[in-house]
């Protein structure tokens, strides 16, 4: 072989931690960066992407050959490659696992060329309105900025934020080039699609996670070859590369669902704010409820705030009341009562009447995961981690445990607080809930929307038809669809139990909550002016009062108060730690090993002294999951950059994982389940 053959680096589709070297394939002489080829791996043949020749070639290594180029596959563009390799540095994740993630699942043409039914193009072309005041303030403020640049939006919902959206692709198409808009998998409704196809006939794609694989593939091309100039989609919509890209624009910027929690734990907001600073486009955030990274982001300068106080089209609000359960206790303990003890007298005259009048009704839960909180019922007392401000959970009906620190304490038998009543677990779910309204309401037409009724985009879509057709009239679901309460004859909201949301063992449960809270209390814009109840047993607690002032600033404040005095995100940056194992000491082993592998890594590096805490090893809230035990170690750290060094030396070696065991890292994490 001669002395000038040169090597290239190649990302493979396999479980590798770093890039392989190969020579070129026969007869090829050189190869750009991004293009795709099949290589040996062993004995099977792998696909991967080329990432820059190489020279450093050890002369003691045969290096074989590539098996070929791929030219079904179009070559990568700079930007995307950059960015490609930001996401697996960032994330801690193979780069050839990423890489086959940007192309879609089948081969280009399939047979037969059957019309695509994703968007309904025969739709009646809509005008666009006249903007108001403030949306033609905040349109021409962003079109004024040049090449990246990031814009939130924080606009109530209804002061036609989509307006603004609309018109800035229309800009961008009109200058020929292409938009990215990404929204919440569940906000992505045929309702949503047709106004954006009503707007540009026939330029519109779709990527969500429920199209087929033709439909996915045939969308993907769609757009990569240009003859689509808008591309809406669920987060995964971000690895499809646009070739003439103008703008970048994620709606519900707040959404914890733009963080996926398996494979690449990705952000979708923030690798979009990356993907558009490497293409140098301007990227639009819009929410009513802004994340507190977004907003610290905002009030620093480093993003270009853009504020919507009016709604666009003067509608009446909903009258929210909050009912205090802890008067419903003690009422009832004096006066016994036929309703559950979440049910207050209020709510349940609100449904009877909503329904009697031949209206529509929902019910809420704010319920995640499965864990067990537990509080008072007389005064509403929780206990909460001295540490770390979070709720602790209940373990063996004994236990009380913070999931961050592992600090535990025995359960009192009656609640420290009022010494009424016992401390105990919140056992309350949408089944039971449902079960309690057919006793009650026997004549109801019942729809229950959780995440064990509505597995697939059809459910949900099915879900919606039947309460807008009116086949069903009482709604009873988790916060997955508060979204969707756009329905003209739903006239009552109830949402049962806010302290469940106030109880995650999460140090963003404060935020969650009122963003939730803000969503159902009809802020939002609906048709008809309705009624919404909040039960509670903290009435007092300031994701209510602030909702209801309509205070987004004012409870910004004061969260981010409390979350910098811990070093809890936006002012801190973590790290999550998840470890599985099928036997509890295994994994136990695991992480106390872990623990100990930071403990030397900050002795021995000046730069991990200071401004680092590991917490843990600890439960995970779900301890046991699917047969496997799990723990967790949270680490926070005052840098990004520190962070990510010190994780990734952590994994560095994997000899000190016990057998059967599982160590995965979750960076920038919103699940702490
Ligand atoms: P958001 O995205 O902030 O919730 P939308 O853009 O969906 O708000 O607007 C809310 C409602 O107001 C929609 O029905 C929309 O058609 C209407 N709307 C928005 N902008 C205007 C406008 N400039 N003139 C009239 N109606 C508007
Ligand atoms: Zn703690």
Known sequence: MSMTEKGYLVAVDAPLKEALTYLP????????????????????????????????????????????????????????????????????????????????????????????????????????PHLTVEQSRTVEAIQKTEGFAVHLIHGVTGSGKTEVYLRLLDSVVKSGKQGLVLVPEIALTPQLIDRFSRRFPGSIAVLHSHLTEREKTDQWWSVVEQKKKILIGARSALFCPLMNPGIIILDEEHEPSYKQDEKLKYHARDAAIILARNLNIPIVLGSATPSLESWSNAQSGKYQLHTMRERAQAKSLPDVEV?????????????????PHWLSDTMFEALEQTLSRGDQAALFLNRRGMAQTAQCQACGYKAECPNCSVALTLHASSYLVCH????????????????????SAIGLGTEKIEAEMARLFPNARLARADRDEIQSRDD?????????????????????????????????????????GFHFPDFRASERSFQLLTQVSGRAGRQTSGRVLIQTYNPNHPSISYTLAGDYLGFAEQELNERRELLYPPFGRMAL?????????????????????????QNRFEVFK?????????????????????????????????LNALCRQILSTTDWIPKATKVQVDIDPFQMM
């Open 323 to 339: 009912i205090d359960l802890r008067e419903v206790y003690r009422q009832r303990k004096e006066t016994p009562s036929d309703l």
């Open 25 to 128: 394939p026969e007869g090829v002489s050189s190869l750009e960066r991004g293009a795709s080829v099949t290589v040996p791996l062993g004995k099977r043949t792998a696909r991967g992407i080329v990432l820059k020749p190489t020279d450093k070639i050890d002369p003691g290594l045969a290096l074989k050959p590539m098996l070929g180029a791929d030219h079904t596959r179009p070559l990568l563009p700079p930007a995307y490659m950059d960015w490609l390799e930001w996401l697996a540095n960032y994330y801690v994740h193979p780069l050839g696992q990423i890489v086959e993630t940007v192309f879609p699942p089948l081969p280009k043409e399939g047979r037969g060329s059957r019309k695509s039914k994703v968007v309904n193009d025969d739709v009646t072309p809509a005008p666009a």
């Open 577 to 601: 730690f998840r470890i599985q194992s099928a036997q509890a000491e295994s994994g136990n082993l695991a992480g106390k090993r872990l623990v100990h592998r930071a403990k030397i890594l």
């Open 460 to 500: 949900l879509e099915k879900l919606i038809a039947d309460f807008e057709s009116e086949r069903t009239n009482l709604l009873i679901g988790t916060q997955m669809i508060a979204k969707g309460l756009d329905f003209p004859k739903l006239n009552f909201v109830g949402l049962i139990l806010a302290d469940l």
């Open 610 to 642: 200071e401004g680092i805490q590991v917490l843990g090893p600890a439960p995970a809230p779900l301890a046991k999951l699917r047969g496997k035990f799990r723990y967790q170690i949270i680490i926070k750290c005052d840098s990004a950059q520190k």
């Open 404 to 423: 961050y620190c592992d600090y535990s304490e025995r359960a009192s038998e009656l609640c420290p607080e009022c010494k009424e009543a016992p401390i």
